[in-house]
């Protein structure tokens, strides 16, 4: 249950800020929010990599 929580707080949080993003750069909405998913992705796999 904790994956499913996890998960839906993920895709809120890079929405927000892919919406956030792609209004101050005047940027469409879907690819500024699939970049912020990706760039989220890469920290983490940097990150576990790392450990």
């Known amino acids: 249950m904790s994956f499913l929580v996890t998960a ?3 895709g809120a949080t890079s929405e927000v800020m892919g919406m956030v993003i792609s209004g101050a750069i005047d940027l469409p909405s879907g690819p ?3 970049l912020v998913q990706l760039f989220g992705f890469l920290v983490v796999a940097l990150w576990c990599r790392q450990s």
């Open 8 to 10: 839906a707080a993920i």
């Open 32 to 34: 500024s929010i699939v």
